[in-house]
Nanobody, 125 residues
């Protein structure tokens, strides 16, 4: 599956952005789809994930209550709604998909075989 991420941009602290990850080549059926982010000088960090079949969602503690991950079956797309953004959320956000992701590895980048290009999110204070 090929992934296409979109929706990044520049926003003031407290604002909102919505990221989208669209699949092409095949559907997300059977996949676990997640968003990771990487800030300058830092490692890649798990943000949120969703199991396409069933819709179970998972979040990093740092974004719980502010970010919502969801799926659109009709468009074969995963969205990440980001509210109450903070300067610390500034990073390049990438979506990833894997068919063999298990609960214990869902926050591990190496568990995902398919990656989209990153989209920059910048939150200014």
């Amino acid at each position: 599956v090929q992934l296409q991420a979109s929706g990044g941009g520049l926003v003031l602290a407290g604002g909102s952005l919505r990221l989208s990850c669209a699949a092409s080549g095949r559907t997300f059926s059977g996949y676990f789809v997640s968003w990771f982010r990487q800030a300058p000088g830092k490692g890649r960090e798990f943000v949120a994930g969703i199991r396409w079949s069933g819709g179970s969602t998972f979040y990093a503690d740092s974004v719980k209550g502010r970010f919502t991950i969801s799926k659109d079956n009709a468009d074969n797309t995963v969205h990440l709604q980001m509210n109450s953004l903070k300067p610390g959320d500034t990073a390049v956000y990438s979506c990833a998909a894997g068919r063999s992701v298990i609960q214990s590895s869902r926050a591990t980048a190496s568990a995902y075989a398919n990656w989209g290009q990153g989209t920059q999110v910048t939150v200014s204070s």
